[in-house]
């Protein structure tokens, strides 16, 4: 298994990326576009065939085994929005345990006892916090405040959009409107190309 998370060869759409071993040494968790989709996959460590685990037409990452090897947490974006999901080492219907309308929940991590998860969240608005959710309860502790006070009443929220290319293919975007400007006015425009071929802009922070 390739663990260098930069080496994909995305024309294949068969590359892997860091793998984790499971707790008790047998399987391997990787994340592959063998799908069409970044999604994660499981194998066991002494070879065979690799199964999905929660196949989805979204990228998915993040992922981490719980403590006892039966569950996989992760990561999956949605329009650029990120949600926290735990699906059971053997596959099937993930449960979604942090969905928000807008944001992106990241860097997920399950407590030695397997009892707790810390994330991060953020939004277009406010920076990333440190949050920590109770498995059994769902009741969710935020740790940090990381906005100044104030800070988020004078952002502006980016509107979602998506317009045509010049061959015919649907571009998704970002659109920051300007404040002042009246119904129909003409005005200046900046735009930011991420790179790609599967990079994308995301409900975070900037």
């Known amino acids: 298994v390739v663990s260098d998370t930069n080496f ?4 294949a759409g068969l590359a892997f990326g860091a793998a984790l ?6 399987r ?3 994340r592959s576009k063998r799908s069409g989709w970044l999604n994660f996959w499981v194998i066991p460590r002494k070879g065979g065939e690799p199964r999905q685990i929660a196949a989805a037409n979204y990228d998915q990452t993040g992922a981490r085994w719980s403590p006892d090897g039966r569950s996989i947490l992760y990561t999956e974006s949605r329009d650029g929005t990120h949600s926290l999901r735990v699906v059971s080492a053997d596959g099937g219907e ?3 345990i942090v969905d928000p ?6 860097r997920p991590e399950w407590s030695p006892d397997g009892e707790s998860i810390s994330y991060t969240f953020e939004t277009p608005t406010r ?3 440190l949050y920590v959710m109770s498995v059994a309860s769902g009741e969710t502790q935020r740790l940090t405040s990381s906005v100044p006070v104030g800070l988020e009443d004078r952002l502006y929220a ?7 290319s010049s061959d015919g293919l649907m571009i998704h975007a ?6 002042n400007a009246g119904s129909g006015e003409r005005v200046p425009g900046v735009m930011w190309i991420h790179g790609g071929p599967t990079s994308q802009f995301d409900d975070q922070f900037r």
């Open 21 to 26: 071993v499971s707790p008790d040494g047998d």
């Open 8 to 11: 994909f060869d995305y024309r």
């Open 101 to 106: 309308d807008v944001g992106a929940v990241g």
């Open 174 to 179: 970002y659109l920051y409107r300007p404040v």
């Open 94 to 96: 993930p449960r979604v």
């Open 127 to 129: 920076p990333a916090d």
């Open 158 to 164: 980016p509107e979602k959009v998506t317009y045509p």
């Open 28 to 30: 391997v968790l990787f």
